[in-house]
């Protein structure tokens, strides 16, 4: 029976084979680095033999000798790539004074960096303050995400009660007590679309022109209110409705009122700053924001929701006819006053401008 080969474990024939002279095992030639072909020869001790061999430090050594060559070839390479040694006995000469050196020969001191620990602790820090600025900007996002969450459950709660009643009112079995809970209702979604709209701010009578940056265009009006906005506080903004066709037509004879331009800020401290330099630089002109033609008047208010924006146009227009000097709007609410040290009322609905102000 043909034995196995003590390296692969194959079985190996007598005319591919070879044995160790201290422990009789059989190999194939190839396994043991022999040649294939040729006259039969012993391998003298075959690598599990070879491997059991106590060890010293000669040089002869297979160990030893493989170390002391690459030790050899390590410090030949060193000696190449280092530059020989000036003799002592030789002087450094330098140049004449009145001898320019080369360009590339200078090397100023300022080139070369004098305590990089230090510059690696300021890129540390930076790190550590972009870091802090990042995780609170995810916090705002989390927390405007959550708000808005609630919101909508609230809403479509309000408008799965709001259609019950408006199918009891299509059936005419709705009394008067249903109706002031559908007018509840309907102020309740208004009042959360409101609530969705609190870091949003309204910027009118702003010239429109092709191609303008609005983030930008934002930018520049904080600035000129005495705010700072960047780019990450900013959510979106853009102008609203359509775009008017004279807006941007040179041969157009009379411009159109330009459209809003509507801003989202990721922070509402942010609108309220905006809203505070408003009011501080009241009169704020459109001077110095790169806008062609006539510097013009623009204004900063907070963004109401449709229904809102025509009660305070009614409560405007009632203002003038009953002499009520004061009426503006805060988070969201309208707000009244007829003169200074008379106290403030609440505009919540058409009857609100009759009870407080009279008919209009």
């Given at each position: 029976?043909?034995?196995?080969?003590?390296?692969?474990?194959?079985?190996?024939?007598?005319?591919?084979?070879?044995?160790?002279?201290?422990?009789?095992?059989?190999?194939?030639r190839t396994?043991?680095?022999?040649?294939?072909?040729?006259?039969?020869t012993?391998i003298?001790?075959?690598?599990?033999?070879?491997?059991?061999?106590?060890?010293?430090?000669?040089?002869?050594?297979?160990?030893?000798?493989?170390?002391?060559?690459l030790?050899?070839?390590?410090?030949?390479?060193v000696?190449?790539?280092t530059?020989?040694?000036?003799?002592?006995?030789?002087?450094?000469?330098?140049?004449?004074?009145?001898?320019?050196?080369?360009?590339?020969?200078?090397?100023?001191?300022?080139?070369?960096?004098?305590?990089?620990?230090?510059?690696?602790?300021?890129?540390?820090?930076?790190?550590?303050?972009?870091?802090?600025?990042?995780?609170?900007?995810?916090?705002?996002?989390?927390?405007i995400?959550?708000?808005?969450?609630?919101?909508?459950?609230?809403?479509?709660?309000?408008?799965?009660?709001?259609?019950?009643?408006?199918?009891?009112?299509?059936?005419?079995?709705?009394?008067?007590?249903?109706?002031?809970?559908?007018?509840?209702?309907?102020?309740?979604?208004?009042?959360?679309?409101?609530?969705?709209?609190?870091?949003?701010v309204?910027?009118?009578?702003?010239?429109?022109?092709?191609?303008?940056?609005?983030?930008?265009?934002?930018?520049?009006?904080?600035?000129?209110?005495?705010?700072?906005?960047?780019?990450?506080?900013?959510?979106?903004?853009?102008?609203?409705?359509?775009?008017?066709?004279?807006?941007?037509?040179?041969?157009?004879?009379?411009?159109?009122?330009?459209?809003?331009?509507?801003v989202r800020?990721?922070?509402?401290?942010?609108?309220?700053?905006?809203?505070?330099?408003?009011?501080?630089?009241?009169?704020?002109?459109?001077?110095?924001?790169?806008?062609?033609?006539?510097?013009?008047?623009?204004?900063?208010?907070?963004?109401?929701?449709r229904?809102?924006?025509?009660?305070?146009?009614?409560?405007?227009?009632?203002?003038?006819?009953?002499?009520?000097?004061?009426?503006?709007?805060?988070?969201?609410?309208?707000?009244?006053?007829c003169?200074?040290?008379?106290?403030?009322?609440?505009?919540?609905?058409?009857?609100?401008?009759?009870?407080?102000?009279?008919?209009?």
């Amino acid at each position: 029976m043909p034995a196995k080969c003590g390296g692969c474990g194959k079985f190996v024939s007598a005319s591919d084979s070879t044995k160790c002279t201290k422990c009789g095992s059989v190999y194939h030639r190839t396994c043991v680095g022999l040649p294939a072909k040729g006259p039969a020869t012993t391998i003298g001790q075959c690598p599990e033999c070879r491997r059991n061999v106590r060890r010293d430090n000669k040089a002869e050594t297979p160990v030893r000798g493989l170390v002391t060559e690459l030790q050899k070839e390590e410090s030949a390479e060193v000696q190449l790539s280092t530059p020989p040694p000036l003799p002592v006995s030789s002087p450094v000469v330098s140049p004449p004074p009145d001898v320019a050196a080369p360009p590339s020969a200078v090397v100023s001191h300022h080139d070369i960096p004098q305590d990089v620990g230090a510059a690696l602790r300021l890129v540390a820090e930076e790190l550590r303050t972009l870091k802090f600025e990042v995780l609170e900007l995810r916090r705002d996002v989390a927390e405007i995400k959550a708000a808005n969450e609630s919101c909508h459950i609230r809403m479509d709660g309000i408008e799965s009660r709001l259609e019950v009643l408006e199918k009891r009112q299509c059936e005419g079995c709705v009394s008067s007590a249903d109706l002031g809970v559908v007018e509840q209702l309907k102020r309740d979604l208004n009042d959360r679309d409101q609530e969705l709209m609190s870091n949003d701010v309204v910027i009118t009578n702003v010239p429109e022109a092709l191609g303008e940056n609005t983030t930008h265009l934002l930018q520049l009006i904080g600035t000129k209110l005495g705010v700072t906005v960047e780019d990450r506080d900013i959510v979106c903004a853009e102008r609203a409705g359509g775009r008017h066709i004279k807006a941007t037509s040179p041969s157009a004879s009379a411009e159109p009122r330009p459209r809003p331009i509507i801003v989202r800020l990721a922070r509402r401290d942010q609108r309220d700053a905006l809203l505070n330099g408003a009011r501080v630089r009241r009169g704020a002109t459109t001077e110095n924001l790169g806008i062609s033609g006539k510097p013009v008047r623009f204004y900063v208010n907070e963004r109401l929701t449709r229904q809102n924006q025509q009660l305070f146009r009614q409560t405007r227009a009632a203002a003038g006819i009953h002499g009520w000097r004061f009426v503006w709007s805060r988070r969201g609410r309208i707000l009244a006053r007829c003169k200074p040290g008379d106290p403030i009322h609440r505009i919540a609905s058409e009857e609100d401008i009759e009870k407080f102000m009279g008919p209009f």
